[in-house]
């Protein structure tokens, strides 16, 4: 069993910061890329920022120079920073990996596959 548990969601005010906060756990061999993406009533979840196991990032046009990615090997973590927030971010979060486990069916296995977390919602309202 693998579990996503997400923090830092929260009401802000324009121009202010969050940090969103995902940690993984359960039996994990091993973490590929991880990611946060969004959504908002009425339209499709839209990828927010990215990170590769090398540290390779992708950002989605809207959050550039505004959002930070980062993650935690060690601690299976990773992190969203988030700064001058506007109204248009209001959202439910959610942190997605790409997560390969073992299991044994006569010899251990190994799969991978998308885990995605809970979700947390961010408000940006004055």
């Known amino acids: 069993q693998v579990h996503l548990v997400e923090s830092g969601g929260g009401l802000v005010q324009p121009g202010g910061s969050l940090r969103l906060s995902c940690a993984a756990s359960?039996?994990?061999?091993?973490?590929?890329?991880m990611g946060w993406y969004r959504q908002v009533p009425g339209k499709e979840r839209e990828l927010v920022a990215h990170?590769?196991?090398?540290?390779?990032?992708n950002y989605a046009d809207s959050v550039k120079g505004r959002f930070i990615i980062s993650r935690d090997g060690a601690k299976n973590t990773v992190v969203l920073q988030m700064n001058s927030l506007k109204p248009e971010d209001t959202a439910v979060y959610s942190c997605?990996?790409?997560?390969?486990?073992?299991?044994?069916?006569?010899?251990?296995?190994?799969?991978?596959?998308?885990?995605w977390g809970q979700g947390t919602q961010v408000t940006v309202s004055s």
């Open positions: 997605n990996a790409d997560i390969t486990t073992r299991y044994f069916s006569g010899t251990y296995k190994y799969k991978t596959q998308a885990y």
């Open positions: 359960g039996s994990i061999i091993s973490i590929n890329a």
């Open positions: 990170i590769t196991s090398s540290a390779n990032t």
